[in-house]
């Protein structure tokens, strides 16, 4: 199985996390913005990262990768069955995906991939302007549903807390301080991102952003 794409996208990352949780095997291609390799426009032909290839079955989109990793090996199970679980879980990844990367984008789009990738500058007033505006709220929220377990659905690991830890880490190579006075928030990061499915990817990429920087 291979997933295409940098880790550095909070959505190749959730994907690997994903399924070094499941104990699968996962080939990672990185490959940067516009990239023309012929197996990854297969698998995504809109240049959508992370595209995904198991055998002749090719797709793209975080969440419909990891549906189908989900089913091919179901255990252990990281997406729960009881109804209501099972829709919060899809939810907390819709919020990590949609409403939270649309906020962190801005952010590390005009700050980071912009000025150190693209070769121009970046809309830093729209980058200050998510900070301080748009940001707070949505940390203020995962810092009031946490439960005191610490993890967000069924008081274990599941999809949500992967899908939201991995948005988190691209805040932290800004330097934000997104933990500041949120207690549970600070310490479901500094657990989440200590995990072998996350820990290997932050360290890579800090040294590529410090030797590009």
């Known amino acids: 199985m291979i997933v295409y794409?940098?880790?550095m996208s909070p959505f190749v990352r959730k994907v690997l996390a994903f399924g070094a949780e499941k104990g699968m095997a996962l080939e990672h291609v990185s490959l940067g913005l516009g990239s023309d390799d012929p197996g990854f426009l297969e698998a995504s032909p809109f240049r959508k990262i992370p595209g995904f290839r198991d055998g002749d079955f090719?797709?793209?989109d975080s969440s419909a990768i990891i549906a189908y990793l989900d089913?091919?090996?179901p255990e252990p199970n990281l997406i729960p069955t009881e109804p209501k679980a099972r829709a919060r879980t899809i939810w907390y990844d819709e919020f990590a995906d949609t409403i939270l990367m649309s906020c962190g984008a801005k952010m590390f789009f005009n700050r980071v991939v912009a000025p150190r990738f693209l070769g121009r500058e970046g809309d830093l007033a729209a980058a200050d302007k998510a900070e301080c505006d748009e940001l707070p709220p949505l940390l203020d929220?995962?810092?009031?549903v946490l439960p005191d377990s610490g993890w967000l659905v069924e008081d274990r690991l599941t999809l949500a807390d992967l899908a939201v830890a991995s948005p988190l880490v691209n805040l932290g190579h800004l330097g934000v301080d997104y933990a500041a006075g949120r207690p549970k928030l600070a310490a479901f990061a500094a657990k989440m991102l200590a995990?072998?499915?996350f820990r290997p990817w932050v360290e890579k990429e800090t040294a590529f952003l410090q030797r590009a920087a």
Do not use: L, N, P
Not at 141 to 144: G, M
């Open 58 to 60: 090719a797709i793209s």
């Open 195 to 197: 995990r072998d499915s």
């Open 5 to 7: 794409g940098a880790s």
């Open 141 to 144: 929220y995962i810092e009031k």
């Open 71 to 73: 089913a091919v090996q």
